[in-house]
């Protein structure tokens, strides 16, 4: 037990100590307060009340492990492309992780999302697949059609994946397949915020419909598959980019029988509304 000899020299500077720490403690969040404006659950301050924006760091990590022999121009091709730009963007304010995501190219397994490691796992070797494909789709006329349409489905399949880490990280309840909410957390994304994002979502749909062609016949795994059957995520997303904006889309369905072509017309606006509603309840603003 400590003793103090003066008791009231104590008591004195017990209250010059207490009055001090609270106006300290007034003037500091005086400053906290009118200093910055934050985003409510992020703690990130997006502006301040002096005209200087503050920005926020990137929430998402990329790593490129060593690429096999005839994977080095694919590594090249990721390394350079504006999409590892606009996903880093979006981790500043639309989708926020603490700890950062990790998005590691060149795994043998993916695209797949590892929640023990919190990492994307995006292999090589996928995208020289996805690429393979387009090169043979009527309507890619050239190297720089042929990149775009490499660079759109790689964007799509990483907010896909991103996706799974979102509902992990914001403990969001699943009600339905969760690769199908994903599929849609990646279009909606890609509609509300990415420049010719609807073009972005119609060329990644493309890769759904080109996988499409190489099946001959359905067996029980495609209908026990934690996926949608490729065609069915292929019009998921067609719908949606209709929905969003139904006067520019209106020969999105022309390839459809004039009666699925009407129902799609019809009921495609409110399943955009519907999807598009409960993904911005849960993305930052
Ligand atoms: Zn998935």
């Keep these: 037990m400590y003793n103090y000899p003066n008791t009231e020299g104590y008591k004195t500077r017990h209250y010059l100590y207490l009055l001090t720490t609270i106006m300290s403690f007034l003037f500091l969040s005086h400053f906290t307060y009118a200093g910055t404006t934050k985003n409510i ?8 009340h002096y005209g200087l924006a503050l920005e926020p760091a990137p929430t998402i990590t990329y790593r490129f492990l060593p690429p096999a022999i005839g994977q080095q121009q694919i590594e090249q091709f990721i390394e350079q492309s504006p999409v590892l730009e606009t996903i880093k963007q979006l981790s500043q304010r639309r989708f926020i992780f603490s700890p950062s995501l ?16 919190n990492s994307i796992h995006i292999p090589y070797q996928f995208v020289i ?12 006329n050239n190297q720089r059609e042929l990149n775009q349409a490499t660079e759109d489905t790689l964007l ?9 880490a979102y509902i992990l990280d914001r403990a969001i ?4 397949k969760e690769e199908d909410s994903v599929d849609n957390f990646a279009t909606i994304l890609l509609l509300n915020d990415i420049a010719r994002g609807d073009e972005i979502a119609m060329n990644s749909a493309d890769l759904f419909a080109l996988e499409d062609l190489d099946i001959d016949s359905f ?5 026990v598959s934690e996926h949608s059957l490729d065609l069915q995520r292929y019009y998921n997303i067609l719908c949606l980019v209709y929905g969003s904006n139904p006067s520019r889309y209106q020969r999105i369905f022309d390839e459809l029988p004039v009666s699925d072509r009407q129902q799609q ?9 519907v999807i598009n509603q409960g993904w911005l309840h849960y993305l930052a603003e």
Aim: proline share 8%; with cysteine; net charge negative.
């Design 41 to 48: 659950g992020t703690n990130i301050p997006v502006d301040d």
């Design 102 to 117: 990790q998005i590691v190219f060149g795994s043998e397994d993916g695209p797949l999302f590892d929640p023990v490691t």
């Design 129 to 140: 697949e996805a690429r393979k494909r387009f090169k043979n789709k009527a309507g890619i």
């Design 156 to 164: 799509h399949t990483l907010l896909h994946e991103i996706g799974h």
């Design 173 to 176: 309840p699943i009600l339905g």
């Design 219 to 223: 067996d029980d795994a495609d209908f």
């Design 265 to 273: 017309k019809e009921r495609c606006p409110e399943y955009f509304s």
